[in-house]
């Protein structure tokens, strides 16, 4: 798929919601702002309304931080109320990319009753859900190995895309730093509990229809244009 058909336009006709799925690193946040291009939809990530609650200092923030840095899912009863906040957002109504959200099938039955209160373009819209596939081991390669630039923002991967100059930014040459929760011990507690928590969550939505799993592993190119062709036609059976 061309360049050009990836990004162009977005439609007049409302996108509806549409859910993220894939282990820490597989691809989640490339494959959402991808669709942000195109559909002109916001990009709910959970991490970012967890961030920025916990900078803002909010109550909620408070008592989720020492859960987040800890490696753990942050509770229910801390999370459901910060993302329906977000949802109910006027930049949501013609849909919205869930990128981390819901993690468990309790906070999907929770989604589930939320959007039957929901309108996309004046009318009902079943999520569509994307499994991104992708094995432990280059997961764990992954997350560990992230490094980024505290200066220009660049980021690098130790195992997939290091830079020139071995701990140095390519454009900058300053000193690469990696996040706190990218610490292996970190990396590995969030990826038993993905395990735990979250891959019930394939069955619970692949028997509720539109349901669709990638290979995260091939080429960000082939995922990028499998993630288009499944919106397309999910869009399309909901017309």
């Known amino acids: 798929m061309s360049a050009d058909v990836m990004t162009k336009a977005a439609p007049a006709t409302a996108v509806g919601p549409i859910i993220l799925l894939g282990g820490p690193g597989a691809g989640k946040g490339t494959q ?19 961030r920025d609650n916990v900078s803002r ?9 020492p859960i987040m840095k800890s490696g753990g899912l942050v509770f229910d009863e801390l999370m459901l109320p910060m993302v329906g906040e977000r949802l109910n957002q006027p930049d949501c109504d013609r849909g919205f990319i869930l990128d981390g959200f819901p993690r468990t099938v309790g906070q999907a039955s ?21 499994n991104i596939k992708v094995g432990y081991t280059q997961l764990l390669q992954r997350l560990t190995g992230r490094r980024s630039c505290p200066v220009d923002g660049r980021i690098y991967n130790i195992y997939f895309q ?78």
Request: hydrophobic letters at 35%; charged letters at 25%; aromatic letters at 8%.
């Open 110 to 130: 929770w989604l589930d009753t939320y959007l039957e209160t929901r309108s996309f373009g004046g009318r009902h819209m079943a999520p569509v859900v994307i």
């Open 57 to 65: 200092g909010t109550e909620l923030g408070r008592q989720a931080d």
């Open 32 to 50: 959402a702002k991808l669709m942000v291009a195109r559909y002109h939809i916001p990009q709910i990530s959970t991490g970012d309304i967890l």
């Open 162 to 239: 290091p830079p020139k100059n071995d701990g140095v930014c390519d454009s900058c040459g300053t000193q690469l730093v990696q996040r706190e929760d990218d610490m292996e011990e970190v990396i590995s507690k969030r990826l038993h509990a993905y395990e735990a928590r979250t891959l019930p969550l394939v069955d619970y939505y692949r028997q509720k229809g539109l349901f669709y799993e990638l290979n995260g592993e091939l080429t960000p190119e082939q995922v990028k244009a499998e993630t288009v062709t499944v919106i397309e036609k999910a869009v399309a059976v909901q017309a």
